[in-house]
C-alpha cells in the first residue's frame, strides 16, 4: 500500500520560511516523478514545483527564486524549501508522486495535504 505523508506546514509570518517534507511508502520515490500541489480557499489546485524522474526542476513562475525541490533518497523523500513566503502562498500544500509525468493522474498517488499560513 502506498502512503504520502507530508509534513512541515504551519503558521508563519510574511517574509519568513518554511520546510515542507512528502516521505513515501510503498513506493520508491527516486523512480517517480514527485511534485507539489497547492490549493487556496476558492482557487483550483495549482502545480508549485515538481521533479521528474530524470531529477529535472520545474517551478510555477510565482515561485520561482523562493522555492526549491529536492530529494533526499535516503529518506525516500522530496522536500520542499519554501522562503520570503507571502500572503499568496497561503494554501493546502499536497505532495504527488507519479511514474510518468507529473502532469499525467494515472496511476498517481497524493498525500492528505499540510495547511500552510502566512500571516503576521
Known amino acids: 500500500q502506498v502512503h504520502l505523508v507530508e509534513s512541515g506546514g504551519g503558521l508563519v509570518q510574511p517574509g519568513g520560511s518554511l520546510r515542507l517534507s512528502c516521505t513515501a511508502s510503498?513506493?520508491?520515490?527516486?523512480?517517480?516523478?514527485m511534485g507539489w500541489y497547492r490549493q487556496a480557499p476558492g482557487k483550483q489546485r495549482e502545480l508549485v514545483a515538481h521533479?521528474?524522474?530524470?531529477?529535472?526542476?520545474n517551478y510555477a513562475d510565482s515561485v520561482k527564486g523562493r522555492f526549491t525541490i529536492s530529494r533526499d533518497n535516503a529518506k525516500n523523500t522530496v522536500l520542499l524549501q519554501m522562503n520570503s513566503l507571502n500572503s499568496e502562498d497561503t494554501a493546502v500544500y499536497y505532495c504527488?508522486?507519479?511514474?510518468?509525468?507529473?502532469?499525467?493522474?494515472?496511476?498517481?498517488?497524493w498525500g492528505q495535504g499540510t495547511q500552510v499560513t502566512v500571516s503576521s
Open positions: 504527488k508522486a507519479a511514474p510518468f509525468s507529473i502532469l499525467v493522474d494515472r496511476s498517481a498517488y
Open positions: 521533479i521528474a524522474r530524470s531529477d529535472s526542476i
Open positions: 510503498g513506493i520508491i520515490a527516486s523512480a517517480y516523478a
